[in-house]
């Protein structure tokens, strides 16, 4: 059974950071490229970043570009994302996801591409 279990989320201030990590089991996770996305409330899931199998390759969505850094650790299956430069409109769930494929391009910017989701983490910026 592949379960993803993200961590880190919390209360920050405008302009703070934090680093969300997710751990997963039961997955190939060498052979899985893996995203962040988010959801604020009302609103719809939205991509965040994305990190190929071997983390060579990466790709964000402009609103976080050059404040997040997405990296993952193939020994200790687990994919973190720093974030930075954090903004009230950062505020939202934010979920780990797992998508079974060596490939990455730009549908790994959509949330059907994901096979496995976490239950996700609160991350909440005060302005």
């Known amino acids: 059974q592949v379960q993803l279990v993200e961590s880190g989320g919390g209360l920050v201030q405008t302009g703070g950071s934090l680093r969300l990590s997710c751990a997963a089991s039961?997955?190939?996770?060498?052979?899985?490229?893996l995203a962040w996305f988010r959801q604020a409330p009302g609103k719809e899931r939205e991509f965040v970043a994305a990190?190929?199998?071997?983390?060579?390759?990466?790709d964000y969505a402009d609103s976080v570009k050059g404040r997040f850094t997405i990296s993952r650790d193939n020994r200790k299956l687990t994919v973190a994302l720093q974030m930075n430069s954090l903004r009230p409109e950062d505020t939202a769930f934010y979920y780990c996801?797992?998508?079974?494929?060596?490939?990455?391009?730009?549908?790994?910017?959509?949330?059907?591409?994901?096979?496995?989701w976490g239950q996700g983490t609160q991350v909440t910026v005060s302005s």
């Open positions: 039961g997955l190939a996770f060498s052979a899985s490229a």
């Open positions: 990190i190929n199998w071997s983390g060579i390759s990466s």
């Open positions: 996801a797992a998508a079974r494929t060596f490939s990455f391009s730009a549908n790994l910017r959509g949330a059907s591409a994901y096979d496995y």
